[in-house]
């Protein structure tokens, strides 16, 4: 199917009109027509190659919710029709331990998990392309269902900043009677707030941002910790029994771990950076814990989606046109968005035959490099 789209041939150019072909629907697989693509900060990393491994061109968005067009045979969880979403994975070997266990972003496959867009790990001159786009093809074991409580533009960034930190909260059980500190206030951390409070933790709120105070409040945290207020940070030394950092750039780290309880755990989901001169000795004297995670598995990402449901759990979003993606780049990189943007994909059909198009090979299907199903 001929699918128009947004995309990069490299690190310095903006993204401009593409267009090409998705491989017609195979057994097993679902057809959509993308109806929203929320814009994660992710995209633009990828698509400015902030992380050194884009594979190009690129065509980001990986918070995609469509409308069912086809079911290959074989479909039986999807209907002509459905509302679905697809988040960060298109595939993985579905064999490995991780796989079987309902972890498919931890797959231990040759391949590794085929993400949604820059999807091979060991490119072959093929590339998968992601939801700028205004049609998906996808396996069915990675398309999930929308719950019908969520408003379909509200839903996408369930798909990706939802499940991130929904896992490790999952992961460090969450709930009465826990400390619960979320770092960093944008994408991922306004909804980090959302699902600890739902879940039952105490949540408090550590940014910069003075500004942002009233807007967390409004989220529902129970304190807010101002990170340049020197005694407030000082005061807060070893309270938390959690603090899940989503800040997604180089920062000192020291402050937030200072924060962590005896035994608790410092958790990074949006750090791809080094850290640089980490305080070990509060480690060593506090027996605590750093670690990380990669977003959820499919499992726990369609848990999220009827969890959010159940508690009334929106992102908040603001809706754009496609043509105005640059902008909201460099938006999301000021922290100018409450808290995510979503593209309205009718834009893009609606401009389609008045585009000036780059044609691009045909993406990848996301095959496994040990022979697992193809998307």
């Known amino acids: 199917m001929k699918v128009h789209a947004y995309g990069t041939p490299d690190a310095s150019s903006p993204l401009k009109p593409v267009q090409f072909d998705r491989p017609d629907v195979r057994s097993g697989e679902v057809a959509m027509e993308v109806l929203h693509c929320g814009v994660c900060h992710s ?31 074989g479909v039986k969880r999807f209907s002509v029709g459905d509302l679905v979403g697809v988040g960060c994975m298109v595939n993985s070997c579905q064999t490995c331990d991780a796989c079987k266990s309902g972890e498919e972003q931890y797959c231990t496959g040759p391949r590794g998990a085929t993400l949604t867009y820059n999807g091979p790990t060991a490119p072959d001159g093929t590339n998968t392309y992601g939801g700028y786009s205004t049609a998906m093809v996808v396996r069915e074991e990675f398309c999930l269902t929308i719950p019908d409580a969520i408003e ?12 991130t930190t929904y896992h490790p909260l999952r992961y460090h059980d969450a709930g009465p009677g826990k400390k619960v500190a979320i770092a960093g206030i944008g994408g991922l951390g306004h909804m980090a707030i959302q699902i600890a409070k739902a879940m039952g933790a105490h949540v408090t709120a550590l940014t910069t941002s003075a500004s942002k105070e009233k807007l967390i409040e409004e989220l529902g945290a129970d304190d807010v910790i101002l990170m340049k207020d020197e005694d407030e940070v000082e005061a807060a030394e070893g309270r938390f029994d959690l603090v899940l950092s989503t800040i997604p750039y180089a920062h000192d780290v020291n402050p937030y771990l200072a924060m962590t309880a005896h035994d608790g755990t410092l958790h990074f989901v949006g750090l791809f950076m080094p850290i640089e001169e980490l305080a070990t000795m509060p480690m060593l004297f506090k027996r605590k814990k750093i670690m990380g995670s990669l977003i959820g598995g499919v499992k726990q990402t369609q848990e999220v989606l009827d969890f959010c449901a159940k508690h009334d759990i929106r992102p908040e979003t603001q809706s754009i046109a496609m043509d105005e993606i640059e902008d909201a780049f460099e938006r999301v990189k000021s922290e100018d968005v409450r808290f995510r943007h979503v593209i309205d994909m009718s834009t893009l059909r609606a401009a389609a035959s008045q585009l000036e198009a780059t044609t691009l090979e045909a ?4 095959m496994a490099a040990d022979g697992g199903k193809a998307s």
Do not use: F, M, Y
């Open 152 to 163: 379909p533009e509200k839903a996408g960034p369930i798909l990706c900043a939802g499940v």
């Open 43 to 73: 995209d633009i990393h990828q698509a400015r190659d902030d992380w050194g491994n884009t594979v190009w061109p690129c065509v980001p968005g990986h918070e995609i919710v469509g409308r069912v067009t086809e079911v290959g045979s």
């Open 363 to 366: 993406p990848d299907r996301g």
